[in-house]
């Protein structure tokens, strides 16, 4: 462990941004030096609230200053690309909040550039830093589910409509993140539906199937047109199967001894026998996901490691979503994913 | 109002025909005559609760007594047509549970058969008759929920698993009919994915969507593997949007004046407005569905009416059906439904 | 095991009567003969429903009949001491609803007479016979919760007012041999505050503390007047605490390993430590507590067992009922029970 | 309106005084410019999130300096009295965390100074600045409720175990000043019951019943020791009833029109009727209450207004409180209040 501070800049303070700025201020060994909007309001919201905070207007007064070792990125997708990878050329860290870009080109792109310039790019897929998907993550990798056979998210509330990405690119990539993340595996091919309400051409209400190589079947249903706020995972395996439900201020992770046996030995007629066994709810540290992440994004750049939620685990979701707007626009057809 | 009695029949004891025998029961102007199985234990439990209840084993003691007006019909789909046909040649009036038949071509007999003979044909869309169902189409018909956007149904649980249909057979005619029902028109394709887990062929899981002519999307999830038993209907329209919770013991139907508004009239940025007004629960009678569906069958015998859920009604969802099977075979393509 | 049949009287056909008529209708070894109620429509709709059940309004054609064994009766509380009296010098076994009776001395009058005719006298506490209930037991017993702290019951629904006794001795029997069963020992004192709310001296909302030897505290909330129902039961210990929610349809108990540990050693300021551990929760058997129970007694009859609500356990909820009308006119006083 | 500014100084940086410091930096108006407590590190935090606040361990250096308008007190109750004694008298305005002092003279004392220094004098009853309150209290003031009957709230969940006082001083006191305000009346006579875990003679688990003069029945039941969080309050009328459950995130405040009517003209026997209505879920303001008080607080001072929660509110629940100790103390026997 060393003792070096790193400088952080945050670009971007609409609905994530102050998230951000809170959070890097509470981790030691980092400072938030500057931040920056286009909006003057916003930053003045900022300095109301940590006066010591420089702020700006123009992205330039931040990339080009030699204190600062690092930049975090919470702007609309569409300028991801040009943000980071002029950060990156700068020499500067980036964490970027997801999906990293808006096409797998410029994901491929910005890991060449930050390889190239030795920097660390890391991608802003909060849910992995909670103490939830970790548990799941465990639980599956040491086989207590037993074989996979399911992976079922539902993360639907009103708002917040974006005027730039479907519904798929603002929520989905919680879901597809987390379902790579517990699974270990990469999807093999997408297919999507989905529906606008205002002749926008934008979904706001979408159904994307993953298929694993595995056989495992991911099915998400995100929607910014609910009347409530519903986050709820299932996953069914042949041993256990386990409800998320983020929603639970305490009880996020229920595990149900339950499943479904077939006698394939007897003659005798179709019979399956049911297990309704107990149910089980592990402690769970109640920590701020962000701030974790917050702290791992300084570790690795202090202590040279490779993030969890690296440049590649942000492409794997965007070719995911570019996929799904294939399959969108081809009445649901299904998509292959090429994992090269 | 006529006195007359009608002399009732019962073939199929297995889940749901003790329900039919239950509720027949409590039916004035009804008499439940006697009851058939294949399985003699299951005769001797009718037997035990009803004593003045005949059974036998045999289809024929049933089909062909003068004094039977009515049977009614809870065996596997596989069986249904050749035992309704036979009832209705015999001049019984006939309900049936859902689906009405294996296929379209049945179907179509059935109706024809029901004609010709002059008889009613009842299918056993039970929800349809719960005031949770019959609230929501009243709401939506007094277009009280504005322009139809989305249908949203999860019908899930730990089984039961069948051996001779999927579960888009076994759990989807629910939702296809309260969906047909409340929207009151009728889909125009259906597309379809599924999942198998004991390498049967027959999915234990499955996603069926929708397309409406008026440009509604219907979302349906159904398995045999959930954990927990899950039965949530979200629809949701531009003035309001609804909740139907079947698990909940009272509070089953939930009015949301919630919604979304978009301003076209302004140049500025994109700027949509949310409305998060009251919620209404209305009170909702609590009287037993299949009661009210009995009868439903026996006033429509006695006094020459149509029923609410006739032939046709479980025609409509066959044809989804059928369907949605091709779909499952064909990867999860969209399958156009011809409304003839 | 014997294959003798009992043959069973129900007295009682209210709310509950038709209840007892079902399950001992299920229970083998057993045949309910004769229902008896006041009212001729009660008696008609179960010979609708058991038309071979005979039925009459006059105890004497039941209680004298010399080939029933055992009644059940379900009648108004201020009747029961009279209707079991008599079934008992008739030689009778008698199962009466809780409570016991309407008051001490007629409880241990009962109790007398059973003995010297050499009867059974069972008092149907239902919950007793609960898969809920007897899990607890087992884990209070096992010593899982440590030292046990507290019992708090909230029994609360819309109704059933009752014209001749108040909210506590129609409910709060439940909660009582619920407390007394659990904790394994007998209240010392009872406290009562209530309320009633059309001036009819009949409290319909009322609070009831009863203290044990081993200082635990039982609270119990009951009430007519709420606007939903509640069942629900928590018991805090030192090493674990249980919630007891009996509206759930399956996830009735959680056992929380939750907890404060106080470190007296310590020199330094006053810090208590908060154990959050996880959550467990049991798989329960679902069998319906009155055929349990129904069961439980027709064995108790033909294999000669002491039933395990038998009138000593009735009289002991009775004594607290009394006790509690006393504090409820003594503006709550503290009233001793004395446990001879 | 002026455009004057309040200087704000917050003493006690315990659980809640960081919540002052950051919602009273939110508001208009008012500057924090300095904090204090005795233990540095909590300083040290207060300083890392706004270095711009100054910090100090000595009360002296904060209620001394002249450019200092107001003082919020968030300390322990004991020291309430002496440091909100000097700071009116040096002239502050003082909001002081519930309850206001530790004893009813203290409290009368208090509100002396207050007005003999022509000071605002402010409890912190935070919950009556919630928009769950304020909406119960217009509907049970415009009558929707009908005539009350029972106010019944629970809040209880593990810890946090005060070393100085009983759970019914930390925690009653929201219901106390809830109760109060809804009702619009003054409470006559409190009794309590509580039990300890530790031997510490201070109660963990209390109940608290307190009488109106119109007949109300209020009863709180308030714990350290439960296994979860609820904070849940019914409220019943002859019209309607409430539920107000805070632990939801959105659905806090649910109608009921439910009820009970008694004929009292029919000769025939006792029979209810129960009103089983619709259920309204009122749209409620979202903003967080202590933001709502620290605004009034603020407007009090520049504009010379009388707050809602003055002095004399503060007083009353301290008065309930001191007879709740009484009545503990004697074995739960009602204690009159004294409303001069």
């Keep these: ?24 201020n509470e981790v030691a060994n980092c400072a938030v030096v500057i931040a920056c909007d ?73 890991i060449k550039i930050a390889q190239d310039n030795n920097k660390i790019l890391m991608v802003d897929h909060t849910f992995l830093y909670t103490s939830s998907v970790r548990k799941i993550r465990e639980l599956i990798s040491n086989g207590e589910l037993g074989e996979l056979y399911y992976f079922d998210s539902v993360r639907i509330n009103l708002g917040m409509f974006q005027p730039d990405v479907n519904v798929i690119w603002d929520l989905a990539p919680h879901d597809i993140s987390i379902a790579h993340y517990v699974i270990g595996e990469e999807p093999t091919s997408v297919s999507a539906i989905g529906k606008d309400v205002n002749n926008s051409g934008i979904a706001c209400i979408a159904y994307i199937t993953l298929k694993f190589g595995n056989g495992l079947i991911a099915h998400i249903h995100v929607s910014w047109l609910s009347p409530v706020k519903v986050r709820r995972t299932i996953i069914g395996g042949s041993k256990k199967m386990i409800i998320y439900d983020d929603i639970e201020p305490t009880e996020k992770v229920k595990i149900y001894d339950r499943g479904v046996q077939f006698d394939y030995t007897k003659e005798t007629p179709f019979q399956p026998t049911y ?6 709810l592990p402690r769970l540290e109640q920590k701020e ?16 490691k490779r993030p969890l939620t690296n440049g590649e685990a942000g492409l794997l979701v965007v070719k995911a979503l570019e996929a799904s707007d294939r399959s969108l626009r081809e009445g649901g057809r299904e998509v292959m994913l090429d994992n090269d």
Tied chains: 1, 2, 3, 4.
């Design 1 to 24: 462990m060393t003792t070096r501070k790193v400088n952080l800049g945050v670009v971007g303070l609409g609905y994530w941004g102050p998230n951000l700025v809170r959070n890097f």
């Design 38 to 110: 286009l909006k003057q309001e916003r930053l003045n919201q900022i300095k109301r609230r940590y006066p010591f905070i420089e702020t700006t207007t123009r992205y330039e007064n931040l990339v080009s200053r030699s204190d600062i070792d690092a930049i975090a990125i919470a702007t609309p997708v569409f300028t991801h690309y040009e943000l980071a990878k002029k950060a990156l050329e700068e020499g500067k860290h980036v964490l970027i909040e997801k999906p990293v870009s808006a096409n797998v080109k410029e994901a491929k792109d910005l």
């Design 275 to 280: 297990r309704l066994g107990d149910i089980h």
């Design 289 to 304: 996901a962000l701030l974790v992440e917050a702290e791992h994004f300084i570790d690795c750049i202090l202590n040279d």
